[in-house]
């Protein structure tokens, strides 16, 4: 059995249906107890007291924020190359998702930012390739809501999703490229010495594990949506022709 | 409610903002999903009855 059967609507509508309720459950079960852990049970930081619990919040969605953007230039190069519908109408379901993440990671930031480096906001090489990458998120939405016909809105989307996957990856190492601003490193790392202690640890990465899965609950929905809308305008269209 | 101590503002208005994001990006794709999932029975019952 191939992967590419499942670009075939059909049977990505029968698979994602099937998948779709052990997905939400999954979801559930670690968002709900990570954060619950993360906010009540976690002690207080020595250097940042209480407020290291908002890395439960800032870190899955910062981390989501830049993966989805990936998961989007992947969908859209398999648009682009193999032409398979799917793909781009799942890129375009996780589009809203990103930007929602996207917003949760610069807002906790800038909260966070304003008790530790005295300001909401530095032009930071990290902070700023975000602000970009979030202006990307709305000028893809905005760019599927103005075209009309939905082959070349999917074409023109997946372009500007290449071109702004610079900004993605300058986010995720803007820190490393520069050595510069305020932000600080990876949170997580593979390095023992590096990452977090492991009583902070274990809850994000269950947090981690919860926007992940809620991420591939909701794009999953939103894609079967998409793929509905389509059938739904050309039953539409033929309606309208047989009126004609 | 446990203390937050001088950081509560910080903490409990990043997480408020968070979940209330989460919750209204959960209850827009759970409401569109219905919604079109409606129209489009609607439509194909229509077709079905015209074929």
């Known amino acids: ?244 | 409610m446990f203390d937050l101590g001088k950081y509560a503002d910080a903490i409990l208005s990043s997480w408020g903002i968070t979940l209330a994001l989460l919750i209204a990006l959960v209850l827009v794709t759970w409401r569109r999903s219905v919604q079109v999932k409606k129209a489009l029975h609607a439509a194909e019952q229509r077709a079905s009855k015209n074929v």
């Not at chain 1, 939400?24 to 990570?34: C, E, S, Y």
């Not at chain 1, 207080?44 to 407020?51: D, K, V």
């Not at chain 1, 859209?76 to 589009?95: D, E, G, M, P, Y």
């Not at chain 1, 490393?176 to 932000?183: D, V």
Request: proline share 4%; charged share 15%; net charge positive.
């Open chain 1, 1 to 244: 059995m191939s992967l590419w059967e499942f670009a075939n609507p059909v049977k990505f509508m029968a698979l994602s249906g099937k998948v779709l309720p052990w997905v939400v459950g999954l979801t559930v079960l670690t968002l709900v107890p990570g954060m619950i852990w993360g906010f009540f049970f976690t002690p207080e930081a020595a250097n940042f007291g209480n407020s290291v619990k908002i890395i439960y919040i800032h870190v899955p969605s910062a981390m989501m924020a830049i993966n989805i953007w990936v998961m989007m230039l992947v969908t859209s190069l398999i648009w682009i190359v193999r032409r398979h519908h799917v793909s781009v109408r799942a890129a375009k379901a996780a589009a809203l998702i990103g930007v929602t993440m996207t917003v949760i990671a610069l807002i906790t930031g800038a909260i966070w930012g304003e008790p530790m480096w005295g300001t909401y906001w530095a032009w930071d090489p990290r902070l700023t390739s975000f602000l970009i990458l979030f202006l990307f998120y709305l000028g893809y939405m905005a760019l599927w809501a103005a075209i009309e016909n939905p082959d070349t809105a999917a074409d023109l989307t997946s372009v500007l999703c290449i071109v702004g996957s610079v900004f993605a990856l300058l986010s995720r190492y803007a820190v490393n490229f520069w050595n510069q601003g305020l932000h600080q490193g990876a949170s997580l790392s593979m390095d023992k010495e590096e990452h977090v202690a492991d009583v902070y640890y274990l809850p994000l990465l269950l947090c981690i594990a919860g926007f992940i899965l809620l991420f591939v609950a909701l794009v999953l929905i939103r894609t079967r949506t998409e793929l509905r809308l389509v059938r739904l305008h050309r039953l539409e269209i033929r309606e309208r022709m047989k009126d004609v």
